[in-house]
């Protein structure tokens, strides 16, 4: 007989004996209208066995018509749940009548449990016929499919399964606990002890054993199913795993038919093709019956409570049966999930998030990413000993893996246990490797499961998200109702990701054939779960989001870290970068995302937690990294006000806890090492460990499976500020970049002038050079923290004179890495500032150019934007030239800056004339007050300077004498300034002019003629008002730099400034002001080149060349 004819003559045997076991399980039904006893229950669940033995022998494939219309025919979906529903309440019935409820035998109950089996494989069976392309199938079979759905999303069949997973939690696994041998039955998934019955075929009964496949969900390796004993523990596993199989088979059907006619071509008029009213039609009565049976809830509470489960020892080929079913079915769980998410627009979003807000639902979402929190990458610790099983979890100690895997395989890394609220949280098989492998072989790695665990718990809100703000922050706050667990579970799961990512190194970056979900598929679910917080965050109380700062900060540099991963660059898009870095702004300086200055509200303490948690994510490195790869991408302007935000807060205090932790870590190996009187440094002790996570820089670390990352154990590797703040480096080169641009008159020709605008790129970078490098809380602050090496040496000395003398030197060489940083910082502010003011000038002297804009509001506190950004960048200028070594000032041309800056000024003052003057603009009048002082400030601290005062602002400053005892006043003639011409700038009548008692000795002196003999006196003057102003530290006569580099030691020997010279030598980057290359990781990592002279490096010969006729042929000895 052909195959065909031996094919059509099975469905016919098939459809017959259904049609006889349905009569038998009708009579059966009729025969027991309303008896509850053991003689019903008997009964029951013998027709039940029959019944189900039909579907043993199911012509392959199943998803065709006449199998589709046989089923329908005999009502098996409404029949077997009636069936199902009246086993239990026979089984409660028979039960409760014996004399004594403890007598009842366990057997039975086992026997139920089976029975019910029975009966919902019927029902998933039925399921399992549904074609999972309906939506474009053929006629008739695309009809009958719509008629099983509708009979499979029954409110009567959605309650008697229900109805099971309920027994299984309340009957099944309390006796799990009560049942101490297991009772024997048949082996195999799916094979069931059946009854004979007259009238149907011996073959069919028999067939009952065979196991059927598993369509729509994800299947068991063949070869991990092992012979089993039965129990009420198995029992229960496989009437949950039967379970979850019909529910995803009606969700596929769903989800796959809605794909397709979201799809481009699934609007066409095709006849053969569902209809979106028949969908939504089907969605909207399987989501009623969801909510009206409670089966989602059920199922969820079933798989939570479950017992623990035996985890595979190491040289085992196989596992407990029970083990196999729940790792199977906390998986399908993460694609019932899914899929029930992707029916969104079918049954619309707030019947979707309704069923997912269930209190039951919300429990295993959470166990699910607490889960994932537990995982780490690579690490030995062992599984936490008497756990809770919630979910299957394990509650004895576990075996360490081994490193290897299969073919293909990436599924190393374990769990850790963590303690709670209720204690010792017990970990899910699914995410145990062994029994990972053993359950589903190669086709299912650890990555797959990380990601569809994160992405099935919050699809819903990052889908409403960008649509409808409300409604993600309204499903977020149902998953997470106290928002520092999310902070919490945020952060850990972020963590988590990325320890995976890092495991894998470059293999993360490869694709893996066939594969659903790859390494770098994890970066969009940690942005995903990004979103989450940041919509959870949204609308709450600013004393409850300041609270829970510490790990939101935590978690948004794990994730920044994550996209520095192989995997992550893989998986990044620059709106991942940005949207990422605007949330770390948002959070400490407060925006739509967040309530305003966050950082601000948190105590001295707490913000000292903050920076101690956030070490061990290395947020500059990974900021220095992201900043870096979007210049690549042609996209770093777009983030330079959030990095304004973030960095100008987080970045000194970051470097201040890692200067700090590599100081005592250094010390204290200078102390084992007088202690173990000349013997070789040793480690540093075990509790040094934490410390050790804020040391050296994240490019030389590596991973310790504990989600942070350690020093490479170096015992003289010297912190260097490079390798920590490299970032500023990178927004230096930038600068330099944009400049050359805008002096070429390259970039925005003819657009609004970025003084205009409120988050300029080049001003807001510019405003953080200046900020981080030369405030005197940026990275001056540092100083005081590292000795002067002279007494650095002589604080050494009780350790050995060796020691001291290495000391020393390690000491110097940071230093000179922070002041060669700052002048890095503040020489590119400088000629940044210069740019932008020269273009805001040229601007507004051009006919036609709008005098309203100087209106224009959107600065700080309501300022008008163009006044209150020369405010920021006079103050910036002030700083520099207080904080700046004398060879990087003269290099960077102060007084170019303040010439245009006053021709910018002035220019503002025309136009403030034609607009009232004064009384009708008085914030832009305040501005430009503020901005003429300390202009004048600024020409008053390079006139401190010896060595300043006559390269920078020769014969600026003069002193006018007033009674003792008078208030100085301080005169800038802003006419004046912006009036010189370079390339001397000298002037021709003082530009700032000190009325002050401290000028008596100039009385009687004229500037013209006496201006170069009395420098010594005008040089006091600026002193003097530098101090009474505050611009100097108390007590100090000279500016910063001044005052930390240029001491001299006691015995008459040299001083730092000796040695200091411009450009800086020990920071690398490429010297070409044009140079546009951002492709390693940090600009230190560059294949740098010296030039001959020794004095610049060069990335390459193009930048060489381009340096060489820009001006550096001049220079070069």
Not at 179 to 187: G, I, L, N, R
Not at 305 to 333: G, K, R, V, W
Not at 724 to 748: I, P
Not at 887 to 907: F, I, N, S
Request: charged share 15%; proline share 6%; glycine share 10%.
């Amino acid at each position: 007989m052909s195959s065909a004819g031996s094919r059509s003559q099975r469905r016919a045997e098939f459809r017959g004996s259904l049609h006889r076991c349905a009569s038998f399980v009708r009579g059966t039904l009729a025969g027991h209208p309303g008896t509850l006893n053991l003689p019903c229950f008997n009964d029951l669940t013998s027709a039940t066995l029959v019944h189900q033995s039909c579907f043993s022998d199911v012509p392959d494939p199943a998803q065709d018509p006449e199998t589709i219309q046989a089923i329908l025919d005999a009502g098996t979906a409404p029949l077997s749940s009636e069936l199902l529903s009246r086993l239990i309440l026979a089984h409660n019935g028979a039960k409760g009548s014996l004399p004594d409820e403890a007598a009842w035998p366990t057997r039975l109950t086992l026997d139920a449990a089976t029975a019910m089996r029975a009966a919902a494989l019927s029902v998933r069976t039925a399921a399992l016929a549904l074609p999972a392309d309906a939506a474009v199938s053929a006629e008739p079979l695309r009809s009958l499919a719509v008629r099983l759905l509708g009979d499979l999303c029954l409110d009567t069949t959605l309650s008697a399964l229900a109805e099971a997973a309920r027994f299984v939690r309340e009957q099944l696994w309390p006796a799990v606990q009560s049942a101490p041998a297991e009772v024997a039955a048949t082996a195999g998934s799916d094979s069931l002890p059946v009854a004979e019955v007259e009238g149907v075929s011996p073959a069919v009964v028999a067939a009952a054993a065979k196991p059927r496949k598993r369509v729509g969900m994800i299947n068991p390796s063949s070869a991990a199913t092992p012979p089993a004993r039965t129990s009420c523990q198995t029992e229960g596993g496989l009437l949950l795993s039967t379970i979850c199989l019909h529910l995803g088979a009606v969700l596929q059907m769903l989800a796959g038919a809605e794909m397709e006619q979201a799809a481009p071509h699934g609007g066409s008029s095709d006849s053969s093709a569902i209809g979106r009213t028949d969908l939504a039609a089907a969605a909207t009565r399987l989501a009623a019956g969801l909510k009206h049976s409670g089966l989602l809830s059920e199922l969820c509470a079933a798989v939570t409570a479950a017992p623990c489960c035996e985890l595979p020892a190491p040289d085992a080929t196989s596992l407990a049966h029970f083990t196999l079913e729940m790792t199977t079915i906390q998986y399908n769980m993460t694609t019932i999930f899914s899929k029930l998410t992707r029916t969104h627009s079918l049954c619309g979003s707030p019947v979707v998030a309704e069923l997912l807000a269930a209190p039951a639902v919300v429990r295993l979402h959470v166990a699910m990413l607490e889960q994932v929190t537990l995982y780490r990458a690579g690490s030995r610790s062992s599984w936490v000993e008497g756990g809770s099983g919630g979910a299957g979890g394990t509650g004895g100690e576990g075996e360490e893996e081994d490193d290897e895997g299969g073919p293909g395989s990436d599924d190393e890394g374990e769990l850790e246990g963590s303690g709670g609220a209720g204690g010792a949280v017990a970990c899910w098989p699914l995410l145990h490797p062994k029994t990972l492998r053993l359950s589903f072989g190669p086709k299912l790695q650890i990555t797959e499961v990380l990601h569809s665990l994160v992405t099935s718990v919050i699809s819903l809100v990052t889908v409403e998200a960008p649509v409808n703000k409300e409604a993600a922050a309204a499903a977020s706050k149902a998953l997470f109702p106290s928002l520092a667990s999310c902070a919490v579970t945020s952060a850990g799961v972020a963590r988590a990701l990325c320890g995976r990512a890092e495991q894998l190194g470059r293999l993360g970056a490869r694709e893996r054939a066939g594969a659903n979900v790859t390494p770098k598929d994890l970066v969009g679910a940690v942005m995903c779960m990004m979103v989450m917080m940041a919509s959870r965050v949204g609308g709450a109380p600013p004393k409850e989001v300041a609270g829970c700062l510490p790990d939101l900060l935590v978690a948004e540099g794990w994730s920044l870290r994550m996209l520095t991963t192989p995997a992550g660059l893989v998986g990044a898009k620059p709106e991942y970068v940005a949207s990422a870095v605007y949330r770390l702004g948002a959070l400490v300086r407060g925006s739509s995302l967040a309530p305003p200055r966050l950082w601000d509200m948190l105590s001295p303490a707490a913000q000292g937690t903050c920076v101690e948690r956030l070490l061990p994510t290395h947020l500059l490195c990974s900021m220095d990294r992201m900043l870096r790869y979007l210049a690549v991408n042609d996209a770093a302007r777009g983030v330079a006000m959030s990095y304004y935000e973030a960095m100008g807060v987080l970045l000194t205090p970051l470097l201040r806890a890692s200067l700090q932790r590599w100081q005592q870590r250094h010390l204290r190996r200078q102390q084992q090492q007088q202690q173990c009187a000349g013997a070789p440094a040793t480690a540093v002790a075990a509790d040094e460990g934490a410390a050790g996570t804020g040391g050296g820089s994240a490019r030389h670390a590596t991973h310790s499976g504990e989600g942070e990352v350690h020093g490479d154990g170096e015992a003289d590797e010297v912190w260097t500020v490079q390798a920590e703040a490299g970032v500023l480096v990178t927004l230096a080169k930038l600068a330099r970049q944009d400049v050359a641009h805008l002096s070429d008159g390259r970039s925005r020709n003819g657009s609004v002038p970025d003084l205009f605008k409120t988050n300029s790129p080049l001003t807001c970078t510019a405003l953080l050079l200046a900020s981080a490098g030369c405030y005197k809380n940026g990275l001056p602050s540092l100083l005081p923290l590292v000795t002067d090496p002279t007494a650095a040496a002589a604080q050494q000395g009780g350790y050995g004179g060796v020691g001291g003398v290495e000391w020393a030197r390690t000491v110097a060489t940071v230093r000179r890495g922070l002041g060669e940083m700052t002048d890095l910082c503040g020489s590119e502010a400088l000629r940044a500032i210069a740019a932008l003011s020269e273009e805001m000038a040229a601007f507004m002297k051009r006919p036609g150019s709008a005098s309203s804009m100087l209106k224009a509001v959107g600065g700080p506190n309501g300022q008008p934007i163009l006044s209150a950004n020369v405010k920021l960048l006079a103050r910036s200028v002030l700083w520099i030239t207080c904080s700046c070594s004398p060879a990087a000032l003269v290099a960077a041309v102060p007084q170019r800056t303040l010439v245009v800056m006053a021709q910018l000024a002035r220019e503002v003052e025309k136009r403030m004339r034609r607009l009232g003057g004064a009384a009708a603009n008085p914030a832009v009048a305040s501005d430009l007050q503020q901005s003429s002082g300390m202009l004048a400030l600024a020409v008053m601290v390079l006139t401190s300077d010896e060595a300043l005062r006559v390269a920078c602002v020769p014969g600026w400053l003069w002193g006018v004498p007033l009674p003792r005892g008078s208030v100085d006043q301080v005169e800038c003639g802003l006419e004046h300034l912006s009036q010189l011409t370079g390339p001397d700038y000298a002037a021709i009548c003082p530009i700032v002019r000190v009325h002050s008692a401290a000028a008596a000795p100039l009385a009687g002196k004229i500037w013209r003629t006496d201006r170069e003999a009395s420098w010594p006196m005008v040089m006091a003057l600026a002193r003097k008002h530098l101090q009474t102003c505050g611009a100097f530290s108390v007590g100090s006569k000279v500016r910063w730099w001044s005052e930390s580099f240029a001491r001299r030691d006691g015995a008459g020997g040299g001083s730092e400034e000796a040695l200091w010279c411009w450009p800086p030598r020990s920071l690398r980057l490429c010297n070409n002001p044009g140079c546009g290359d951002f492709g390693a990781a940090s600009e230190g990592e560059l294949n740098l080149k010296k030039c001959w002279c020794r004095a610049v490096r060069y990335c390459g010969p193009a930048c060489q060349k381009e340096h060489w006729h820009a001006g550096h042929k001049v220079v070069c000895m």
